[in-house]
């Protein structure tokens, strides 16, 4: 019997695991046995605890080998299905910034897969509550969370194949794997809600007949309920507490959470695949679950509390928070930043994704204290031979001094346009203070993106996304009603503006219901037919509304599930042949900016801006802030770009007016130079009429009715 410090393990009785590897961390099954390694700098020593499948522990070992700050060891005849978790001895010393606690059981931040949930209660925190957090609670929290799983890695993947379809003709369709698919008439009821369910040929029918070639998913990184939802009866359904980056989410699996969603999750992705659809993760790498100082005890902050936050500099204490949950991953630690790579490279590798989403991305370029465009996260992510290969999309602000950063970040990344989303916004409902900015959005966001050598798709052009209104909710409520979510609807976003774009009156009224449905048809035909790299939220298709919530992040219910039974087949219909526009006439997404004159004479010109009576904009026009109609006339003829083989692209002639006015406006179309006769092919106003029924001759005066978007082909 070891005599020293009680506490040691020797002292205890535990028994040591074999020596085993330092790399790979986490738990690495080999056919025999189990490898187990775990970082942490400030650890004395490191407990790894075996669970039974009822959360009993069966046995509890020793990692007594430590290489490179990293503990590790090897159980014989431990495999797939093993539930484990880790016990970190080590100093408490908040003031310090180390929050080592024993008696809280840790999740691996390597694990693969995890089971069960968070069970609030005074055993999750490392401290006493109610005694400030500098005395370590004796509590032991192993029943109140989640463990850890041990899985087998193989899947048969047989023949499956990226899409790999290039950002100019990528079409984004955001998701929620449960919202999307809870409602499903098609789907059997035990897989609605599930990866399952996303992989079933009632949603992979619906995506490819709408168009769309890339499915972005919210987060499925195994997530917590926040406390204060669970107390209300409540939930995060959204996702953004991520606690595992490894784990996909098991709430979403129909095969249970034994391990079992790893493998579901594969099939969804080789079913997306399959249908040619590529699958993008929206990632939550800025903060975690824990919270501040005084949150619980889950996994990074008791294995090593200063790499994995940024701490407080002359305060270690406290958590430095650019995200507003009360804490910021210390993404400047090189194990930190070793972490979030191989987490990203893990879902490319192993589970086959096609792209990431990032949430809240400036603070992951905040190395230090400010947004730094060539911060070590964006060095290694460019020169990664996997991660450089796949699409990159950023949130480009966070709530942090200075988080602001749209058109900041770096080639080879697209981002969330915040300016097309608000400009497009303040058009239709007739305050845009005139129409230069909307040029801009319009073609793809050349003043934000054209200066440092990106092209038009690094602009992903979205009017609505998880966060706010449904579009049907944008045109029809002038106020967030966010009562249901117990915060005296106070949550989510209060902007005082009119958001229903300037539509008001009586829902009953067929008018006011008639100029509503239009604003819907103008938002998606801006989105789907501007310049860059369109995105759409599932269900906007669809006709889907939230009654009014614009911050449904806690409700998991049928306020926030899309009621494919109500679904209004016209507007699915309309956006159908939104996209298959956008698809046919490679001047719609075009791989470079317009250059405007580029030789002499108006048939050498790629772009031509037009007023409604026919002439071209002048400079004083750009600067008319009453001006709400604006022509843009797209050559295509003078398309730039060449296929794969080198052939020049070649299409249509396209006249999109666009005219966000209350009263009609006779717009008179371009003379003969640019073609004897034009065709309607979209008019928000008549959304019946079969495309090229209405021909107009050159110079004739085409009347657009109040707040419509008419897109016109040259036919001769």
Not at 224 to 236: C, W
Not at 483 to 492: F, H, L, M, P
Not at 597 to 604: I, K, L, Q, Y
Request: charged letters at 25%.
């Amino acid at each position: 019997m070891f005599k020293g410090d009680v506490n040691h393990p020797r002292a205890r009785g535990l028994r040591a695991a074999w020596p085993g590897r330092h790399t790979p961390l986490g738990a690495t099954w080999d056919g025999e046995g189990t490898n187990f390694s775990l970082f942490t700098e400030h650890a004395d020593w490191v407990e790894l605890v075996l669970f039974d499948p009822e959360g009993r522990p069966t046995a509890s070992y020793e990692l007594a080998e430590r290489t490179d700050l990293c503990w590790h060891g090897y159980v014989h005849g431990v495999g797939p299905g093993q539930r484990y978790g880790y016990r970190v001895h080590g100093p408490y010393q908040p003031a310090q910034g180390v929050r080592c606690n024993p008696a809280k059981l840790l999740l691996d931040p390597y694990a693969k897969a995890i089971e069960g949930s968070l069970k609030w209660g005074p055993e999750v925190f490392g401290y006493v509550l109610g005694q400030g957090d500098d005395k370590r609670s004796n509590l032991d929290s192993a029943s109140n969370v989640a463990r850890s799983i041990v899985i087998d890695s193989f899947f048969p993947w047989g023949d499956d194949r990226r899409p790999n379809v290039s950002w100019a003709d990528t079409i984004i369709y955001e998701a929620h794997v449960k919202g999307l698919t809870k409602r499903h008439p098609e789907i059997p009821e035990e897989l609605r809600g599930t990866y399952a369910a996303l992989g079933h040929p009632a949603i992979t029918d619906h995506l490819l007949k709408l168009g769309v070639t890339a499915i972005e998913l919210m987060p499925v990184h195994h997530f917590v309920d926040a406390q204060h939802l669970v107390e209300r009866g409540l939930v995060n359904y959204w996702g953004y507490d991520s606690i595992g980056y490894f784990a996909p989410e098991a709430r979403y699996s129909a095969a249970g959470g034994d391990g079992g969603q790893v493998h579901e999750f594969k099939a969804m992705v080789r079913a997306l695949h399959r249908a040619g659809l590529e699958v993008i993760l929206d990632v939550v790498y800025n903060h975690t679950a824990e919270g501040n100082h005084l949150g619980p005890t889950l996994s990074f902050r008791g294995i090593d509390n200063p790499a994995y936050y940024k701490l407080v500099e002359d305060d270690p204490r406290f958590y430095w928070d650019v995200t507003g949950t009360g804490n910021t991953l210390n993404v400047g630690a090189p194990q930190t930043l070793q972490m979030i790579m191989d987490s990203l490279r893990y879902w490319v590798i192993e589970m086959h994704v096609d792209g990431f989403r990032f949430d809240l991305a400036a603070a992951l370029a905040r190395q230090f204290y400010e947004v730094d465009r060539l911060s070590a996260f964006f060095e290694i992510i460019h020169q990664d031979p996997v991660l450089s290969q796949v699409k990159l999309v950023a949130e480009p602000w966070d709530v942090g001094q200075g988080g602001y950063q749209v058109g900041n970040f770096p080639v080879r990344w697209a981002e969330w346009n915040g300016r097309f989303r608000d400009t497009v916004r303040d058009y239709w409902r007739g305050q845009s203070g005139g129409v230069s900015d909307l040029a801009y959005r319009l073609t793809g966001s050349s003043d934000l993106y054209q200066g440092d050598g990106r092209r038009p798709s690094a602009s992903i052009n979205f009017v609505t996304c998880h966060d706010g209104f449904t579009l049907r909710d944008l045109v029809s409520y002038n106020e967030k009603h966010n009562q249901a979510n117990g915060e005296e609807n106070q949550d989510g976003s209060n902007d005082n503006r009119s958001w229903n774009s300037g539509v008001e009156g009586d829902a009953d009224d067929p008018g006011i219901v008639e100029l509503r449905q239009r604003q819907v048809r103008n938002f998606l035909a801006t989105v789907l037919l501007s310049e860059g790299c369109p995105m759409i939220s599932h269900g906007d298709e669809l006709g889907r509304t939230q009654r009014g919530n614009n911050n449904a992040y806690c409700q998991d219910n049928e306020l926030t599930w899309v009621d494919w039974e109500d679904a209004d087949q016209e507007l699915i219909d309309w956006t159908r042949r939104l996209i298959r526009l956008r698809s046919q006439q490679p001047v719609l997404h075009r791989q470079k900016f317009f250059v405007g004159a580029v030789g002499r004479g108006h048939r050498r010109q790629d772009l031509v801006w037009l007023r409604p009576d026919g002439q071209e904009m002048k400079d004083p026009n750009w600067r008319n802030r009453s001006l709400l109609s604006v022509g843009m006339l797209l050559n295509g003829e003078m398309i730039p770009d060449r296929s794969e083989r080198g052939e020049p692209i070649r299409g249509d002639t396209l006249l999109m007016l666009l005219h966000a006015h209350h009263e009609p406006v006779g717009w008179k179309l371009p003379d003969e130079v640019w073609g004897p006769e034009w065709e309607v092919v979209v008019d928000t106003a008549r959304p019946c009429d079969e495309s090229g029924e209405r021909r107009c001759r050159a110079g004739q005066t085409l009347v657009l009715e109040p707040r419509s978007l008419v897109v016109l082909r040259r036919s001769g």
